[in-house]
């Protein structure tokens, strides 16, 4: 009965070699997050999918990069990971916006070597 | 200044023991609050939201102190289990409410 499931649970990847994170839920819930979390410190939004609509933070690197192709699934894709990538990825989805909870999934943890 | 502070801890306590800790918020604007646990290497989970006359979930209780602007959690009797990092989270009120976290307050229950 898992609701937000995110694959793979850990990744390895070479420096500069692009990566695909992949996040999907079965509670048919609008929006759609992605957070990057580093050791001790705050989940830190990346950006969020309303349906369609995408939206980025002002402070997310062009290097990532997110497709959501339809309700299910949400993509995390980064281009060209450097050793400070290295770090949890949560994707996260609520029915809404303003006042809904948000749902986390078990995260993939991404190694950079 | 960080939007979310919290106190990163650890705070050891004996089990069966009660343990408080406090959360402050810059946004006066904020309208929703929530306390999240996070285990080591998990994904956080919601523990309880928190409302503007304070609620109560079985050992757990949370307050909001909109004056000072700040958030508290109390854990009563504390359990092995409870040992976790506890993420104070606010909502903002702007149209799409982005989450505000605290980077958690770590609790090691002892036995």
Redesign the interface.
């Given at each position: 009965d898992a609701m937000v499931i995110q694959n793979p649970r850990y990744q390895v990847t070479q420096f500069g070699k692009p990566v695909t994170l992949s996040c999907s839920q079965t509670l048919n819930h609008n929006v759609m997050y992605w957070y990057q979390q580093k050791s001790?410190?705050?989940?830190k939004?990346l950006f969020?999918y309303?349906d369609k609509d995408f939206?980025n933070e002002a402070d997310t690197p062009d290097n990532f990069q997110s497709r959501r192709p339809n309700t299910s699934f949400c993509f995390l894709d980064i281009r060209s990971p450097g050793l400070g990538d290295a770090a949890?990825y949560?994707c996260a989805t609520s029915r809404g916006?303003?006042?809904d909870?948000?749902?986390?999934?078990?995260?993939t943890?991404l190694t950079v070597t | 200044r960080k939007e979310?502070e919290q106190d990163?801890g650890p705070f050891n306590v004996p089990e069966g023991a009660t343990v408080a800790f406090n959360c402050t918020y810059s946004n006066s604007a904020s309208?929703?609050f929530?306390w999240y646990r996070q285990d080591c290497?998990?994904?956080?989970?919601?523990l309880m939201?928190v409302y503007s006359s304070g609620n109560e979930d079985g050992r757990f209780t949370a307050q909001l102190n909109r004056a000072s602007q700040y958030i508290s959690l109390l854990i009563r009797d504390s359990k092995l289990s409870d040992s976790a990092t506890y993420?104070c989270v606010v909502?903002t009120?702007d149209?799409?409410?982005?989450?505000q976290?605290?980077?958690?307050t770590q609790v090691v229950v002892t036995p």
């Open positions: 001790s410190q705050a989940p939004l969020h309303y939206n949890m949560l916006l303003a006042r909870e948000q749902y986390f999934g078990p995260g943890r | 979310v990163p309208q929703s929530f290497r998990k994904e956080p989970k919601l939201s993420l909502k009120t149209s799409w409410g982005k989450l976290f605290g980077a958690g």
